[in-house]
């Protein structure tokens, strides 16, 4: 159990175009998701936490307007970017922690952003 | 084996060898923590954690040890084998629901037949 998918696993964008990126938890129900950036070679970074029903809360220097997070129901979380541009290309990684676990934290598979 | 005493980027061992990956956590209020493995392309895999109440846990294979004076974790990977080749975070947390996780700089582990 304790399944995390992502979808798409790899996307690839013309600058200035939106993409969404859909986080589902299979088997449990997720109170919260959070969403990772990494860039290559480099560590994952917390960009937001979102809460189902309620605005995700965004980390400092990561723009709200730019990457929309909604988390409609309990088992789904999106990440939209929005007027994608190649500084955007990343590696996106959700994580959903299941409900009434304290800490333990699924992680979904990620998704390849490039954006040309 | 080989073993490091700070966080180095990276870390090649002989199949067999035990292996020790070190890491530098943040926040002293941080009362959770846990490594991961990641290969090339994919999400974090958990491999095993620690509570702060602890400062040894064992899993197969794999043991993390904690030092909370010095905010230190290790994990060591007995055995080492190919298949061991990834890249190892760390990760501490408040043991709160809705905490998200702060990744450490990760280490790759190359392992040779």
Same mark, same amino acid.
């Given at each position: 159990g304790a399944v995390v998918s992502q979808h798409p696993s790899r996307v690839i964008c013309k600058s200035g175009t939106s993409v969404k990126i859909e986080c589902r938890s299979l088997d449990f129900q997720a109170t919260t998701m959070f969403w990772y950036r990494q860039f290559p070679k480099q560590s994952l970074m917390l960009m937001a936490t979102s809460n189902e029903g309620s605005k995700a809360t965004y980390e400092q220097g990561v723009e709200k307007d730019k990457f929309l997070i909604n !988390?409609? %129901?309990?088992t789904l979380s999106t990440l939209t970017v929005t007027s994608? !541009?190649?500084?955007? %290309?990343s590696f996106y990684i959700c994580s959903a922690a299941r409900d009434r676990d304290t800490d333990t934290q699924y992680f979904g598979p990620g998704t390849r952003l490039t954006v040309l | 084996g080989e073993s490091v005493g700070l966080h180095l980027p990276t870390l090649s061992v002989q199949e067999g060898d035990n292996s020790i990956i070190n890491c530098a956590y943040s926040n +002293?209020? +941080?009362d959770y923590f846990i490594w991961y493995k990641q290969e090339s392309g994919k999400g974090p895999q958990f491999i095993i954690d620690i509570r702060s109440n602890m400062d040894k846990r064992q899993g197969q294979r794999v043991t993390v040890l904690l030092n909370k004076t010095v905010k230190h974790l290790s994990l060591q990977i007995a055995a080492t084998q190919p298949g061991d080749s990834a890249v190892y975070f760390c990760a501490e947390t408040l043991n709160q629901a809705g905490t998200a996780l702060i990744f450490g700089k990760g280490t790759t582990l190359s392992v040779s037949s």
């Open positions: !988390h409609a %129901s309990l994608a !541009h190649p500084e955007d %290309s | +002293s209020a +941080s």
